[in-house]
């Protein structure tokens, strides 16, 4: 059979899109905090929505307010070398500096609290178990991290997540895309071995039209394509679900679940050019409703959103 001649400039751009985005995140957590304000805005959970665009300040000021530290070489050459995530946060011994992250994401939010006397005994017992009981924080990081926190968890979980997503994103920005190898598993982050929080099909000039699973720990970006499931990697079960947006075409509904009928699974597919302020983090929250209707037809989310407790069945 003849190889085919392509002479469209297809593969050029297949060339050219990057494999793997590591993130920017004082610009993330700023953009991320103003998508959460303009939700607030208008809908029903305004309150809910305005208290996160609070957490998403507190993380860009304590983002500010320290370097990273530095990677082991090792495991950036265990990286570069066999692929293993550089910031392996399952296995990776955490820095202290992240209760720091942690004080500062509180002090932020702290002024919310002093109106809301749930929020203000959930950061007293953040505040207190920090100066106390560190164990006790580190315990439900760990839990967050494995995916599987418990229900006590619940109310201390999108705080703690904030911070280790400062932590985390930090490390990741500290290093370049030629340190993160090419991962045997392209389901979890290449950077920190974290699953998914949705994929975002972007309409950068170097991207465009490309599908970008996002990190839901270190807001790493990478590439895969598109109509493939992101958990088991089939095509042949893969099909779009949507909710009914007022005002909007099916086809135009910038929020879509990708489901797969061979593992019965889904994770939310996010398109930019639908909507070019689309926030892989703050529109999941927005958009609970689909994933009430997705797992009211069997399929269960593979990717957490760490400022968000999942409940239990
Ligand atoms: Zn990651
Ligand atoms: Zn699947």
């Given at each position: 059979m003849p190889t085919p001649i392509i002479t469209d400039g297809t593969m050029d751009r297949l060339i050219k899109a990057p494999r793997v985005v590591l993130p920017e995140p004082q610009g993330l957590f700023r953009d991320r905090a103003a998508r959460f304000d303009a939700l607030a805005a208008h809908d029903d959970s305004g309150a809910y929505m305005r208290f996160l665009g609070q957490v998403c300040r507190g993380q860009a000021k304590a983002y500010a307010a320290r370097p990273a530290h530095a990677v082991p070489e090792k495991a950036v050459a265990n990286s570069r070398q066999y692929g293993m995530p550089p910031l392996s946060a399952h296995v990776t011994p955490r820095d202290i500096q992240w209760h720091a992250d942690l004080r500062d994401v509180l002090a932020e939010v702290s002024a919310q609290g002093q109106a809301n006397a749930q929020l203000a005994a959930v950061i007293a017992e953040l505040t207190s178990a920090l100066a106390s009981d560190p164990a006790k924080i580190e315990a439900i990081a760990d839990r967050i991290i494995a995916g599987?926190?418990?229900?006590?968890?619940g109310p201390l979980y999108p705080l703690i997540g904030a911070a280790l997503q400062v932590y985390f994103s930090r490390l990741a920005a500290s290093l370049t895309a030629e340190d993160v190898g090419a991962s045997d598993v392209p389901t979890v982050c290449p950077c920190c071995g974290m699953r998914p929080t949705g994929s975002l099909v972007r309409i950068n000039p170097d991207r465009m039209n490309y599908r970008y699973l996002v990190c839901a720990l270190c807001m790493t970006e990478w590439n895969m394509e598109r109509v493939k499931c992101t958990s088991c990697e089939e095509e042949k079960g893969v099909a779009y679900l949507t909710v009914e947006v007022e005002g909007r075409a099916p086809a135009d509904v910038p929020i879509r679940a990708e489901t797969c009928d061979e593992c019965k699974t889904y994770l939310k597919i996010f398109m930019q050019e639908k909507d070019p302020n689309i926030d892989p983090i703050a529109d999941d929250l927005n958009s609970l409703a689909l994933d009430m209707l997705v797992d009211e037809k069997g399929y269960s989310r593979t990717g957490p959103n760490l400022l968000f407790y999942p409940g239990h069945d």
């Open positions: 599987i926190p418990e229900p006590d968890d």
